[in-house]
């Protein structure tokens, strides 16, 4: 079978840095997950870093620190991971959902402008498959109103859009470390920001809602436990280190698809490699998608459907008017061809082979 998702850890040297971690006592959040923090910062750029379990956590954790009130609404982009949901209606939020463009699962501005209102408090992004939104545009169009942005850049570590870094340029940036990402710690992920102010809130809430746990003289407000481990700190460093290697990998992986695929009836959702973007998965529209799919595991290869549109979440959709033409397209007809940095080369030419000679 031809794994869906395909990349090799440096276990040797994971082990190695854990064995030395582990004597000397580096098991919970502490010197080894600041490190962490502290060189995510210096590769993004920006002053601050909040190591967290997942990027769920990172979702949640970015929309508490905003202190919005029950029904507030927040402008979510309608292709997405389902944690944004779940994080909204943990908070009681209310989410309003904008089409994506017609050829990249990303936040169309043109919807994003109809959709604001007096109680629009938050916009969220979300930089799918690596490919960017043009957050200076966003910034423009809600120039003058008290709306804070979220980055969902969980899929986008690495890409950069005219030259910025994704999840860098807004008011919080979240980005998750699962195992299908390019650098990963297993499980994790992490806010950053350039807000004292707001890193300095992020620490409090992630820790039950204290500042120092050797000083409680008073409980304070709400917060939970959302720290992370050196443990994983120790596996998403070595990983950080190998950054440049998975790059390269996934981007000429990509350029073996979209150069070789030639079946009239697929067609490649393309990443603008050229400006930045980093190609997180191959993603393909396929008029024929299950029968595809059908054709394609029948000879032995693993491939991964596309969600469905967040709009159509069984806790709102009944409530939904607009009509999503862009985000339709995307949930019916898209597709997860093997993927990650380490596949191997005769494995995707032998799925090249099979979309070509598909009908």
Known sequence: MINQWNKKFNINKIIKNLKKNLKNKKFSEGYITQKFENKISKFLNVKYTVALPNG??????????????????????????????????????????????????????????KKIGNRTKAIIPIHMGGRGCDINKIKKIIKGKKISIIEDAAQAFGSKFKNNFLGTKSDLGCFSLSVAKTISSGQGGFVVTNNKKTYLKLKKLKNNGLT?????????????????????????????????????????????????????????????????????????????????????????????????????????????????INSDKFEKFGLYLPSGPNQNINDIKKVINLINNFK
Request: charged share 25%; net charge positive.
């Open 56 to 113: 769920s956590v990172a979702i949640l954790l970015a929309l508490m620190s905003l202190d919005l009130k029950k029904n507030d609404e927040v402008i979510v982009s309608n292709r997405g991971w389902i944690s944004v949901l779940n994080a909204l209606k943990i908070l009681n939020l209310k989410p309003k959902f904008v089409d994506v463009k017609k050829n990249s699962p990303t936040l169309c501005l043109d919807s994003l402008k």
């Open 212 to 324: 120092e746990i050797k000083n409680i003289n008073n409980w304070s407000k709400l917060g939970f436990n959302f720290k992370f481990t050196d443990i994983a700190a120790t596996i998403a460093i070595t990983e950080l280190e190998k950054f440049r290697i998975y790059k390269k990998k996934l981007t000429e992986l990509y350029k073996l698809y979209f150069k070789n695929i030639k079946n009239h009836n697929v067609e490649i959702i393309e990443v603008d490699i050229k400006n930045g973007e980093i190609p997180q998965y191959i993603e393909i529209l396929a008029m024929k998608r299950n029968k595809l799919v059908s054709y394609l595991k029948k000879n032995g290869v693993d491939v991964r459907i596309f969600y469905p549109n967040l709009s159509n979440n069984i806790l709102y959709k009944n409530n939904i008017e607009t009509k999503y």
